[in-house]
Antibody, heavy 121, light 107 residues
Framework: EVQLVESGGGLVKPGGSLGLSCVASGFTFSNYNMNWCRQAPGKGLECVSFISSLSYTYYADSVKGRFTISRDSAKNSLYLQMNSLRAEDTAVYYC???????????????WGQGTLVTVSS | DIQMTQSPSSLSASVGDRVTISCRASQTISSYLNWYQQKPGKAPRLLIYAASNLQSGVPSRFSGSASGTDFTLTISSLQPEDFATYYCQQSYSLPRTFGQGTKVEFK
């Protein structure tokens, strides 16, 4: 059974930093692209960071230069380091596995339960 | 970035109704279009991938179709557990982008 378990969310002041983690199980983590997606309160979904199986990274403009995505295949873990946080970064952050091109058209086939990040003074 | 435009933003329906939700991409995305269901306080759940493929475990009342850059999610007979918000998402290019969502409410 595929499981993704996020941790690290919490309350942080504007300008502060926070690190999120996601531990994966039930699949060969090193073979798949991974994403961090977020959902602000009452709003829609936004994927902010992507890392390929070969560690190519991509960031949405809204977080570029402030967030860093990384992965450790030995620990089956995905990370998101968030710096210079702003009020508009307040959201539930989800770790999401991307399926293969052939098997699922690169859809986000499994999601974690999410972790809440609140940026407020 | 590819813009995804969903319509309607909300709809009211009754159990047993046929429901259709539309999604339009701002440029060609081939068939790299996915549909998700989200219930309050829960993570999104993949329903349909690559425009028309039913994800394992998803009831067959859900279906997807495509015509150029226009995509449709259909629920053939709405069930009580289907009241939720639905999102389309393109996986053709980075960044992966979503439509704004369609909330299906009880009439």
């Amino acid at each position: 059974e595929v499981q993704l378990v996020e941790s690290g969310g919490g309350l942080v002041k504007p300008g502060g930093s926070l690190g999120l983690s996601c531990v994966a199980s039930g699949f060969t983590f090193s073979n798949y692209n991974m994403n961090w997606c977020r959902q602000a309160p009452g709003k829609g979904l936004e994927c902010v960071s992507f890392i390929s199986s070969l560690s190519y990274t991509y960031y949405a403009d809204s977080v570029k230069g402030r967030f860093t995505i990384s992965r450790d295949s030995a620990k089956n873990s995905l990370y998101l380091q968030m710096n210079s946080l702003r009020a508009e970064d307040t959201a539930v952050y989800y770790c999401a596995k991307e399926g293969s091109k052939e098997g699922s058209g690169w859809s986000l086939d499994f999601w974690g339960q999410g972790t809440l990040v609140t940026v407020s003074s | 970035d590819i813009q995804m435009t969903q319509s309607p933003s909300s709809l009211s329906a009754s159990v047993g109704d046929r429901v259709t939700i539309s999604c339009r991409a701002s440029q060609t995305i081939s068939s790299y279009l996915n549909w998700y269901q989200q219930k309050p306080g829960k993570a999104p759940r993949l329903l349909i991938y690559a425009a028309s493929n039913l994800q394992s475990g998803v009831p067959s009342r859900f279906s997807g179709s495509a015509s150029g850059t226009d995509f449709t999610l259909t629920i053939s007979s709405l069930q009580p557990e289907d009241f939720a918000t639905y999102y389309c998402q393109q996986s053709y290019s980075l960044p992966r982008t979503f439509g704004q969502g369609t909330k299906v409410e009880f009439k």
